[in-house]
């Protein structure tokens, strides 16, 4: 019971991050086949670690740089899809609005 618990919220929150990049993002949101987390590529106008930096120290969103997990496919951020979804809809809002398309 618990999986399938977490497996929705999983979906249900990649689904609201697809959602909410809309046609004009420049953001990419990676293609996944399993896992807790999401890989969006974000603008190359600074570093995934100045990327993660920023969102938490002006928008205290936390999110990790790519390189923490080998990624070399430009500017990366990975996200966790198993935070409470109201919570994940709010610092994707937030993620959106400091990179430019919210």
């Known amino acids: 019971r618990i999986r399938g618990q977490i497996a ?5 929150n990649r689904d609201t991050l697809a959602r909410a990049r809309g046609p004009q993002s420049p953001c990419t949101l990676l293609p996944a086949e ?3 987390c999401a890989i969006l590529r974000v603008p190359q106008i600074m570093s995934d670690e100045a990327w993660a ?8 969103v936390l999110v990790q740089p790519g ?7 430009g500017a990366t951020l990975v996200l966790s899809l198993i935070v409470e ?3 994940f809809a ?5 993620l959106l ?4 398309t919210g």
């Open 8 to 12: 929705e919220r999983v979906r249900r």
């Open 34 to 36: 399993a896992g807790w």
């Open 53 to 60: 930096a920023a969102l938490l120290t002006r928008d205290r």
């Open 67 to 73: 390189y923490f997990f080998d990624l070399d496919v």
């Open 85 to 87: 979804e109201s919570t």
């Open 90 to 94: 709010e610092g994707i809002a937030r």
């Open 97 to 100: 609005a400091r990179v430019g």
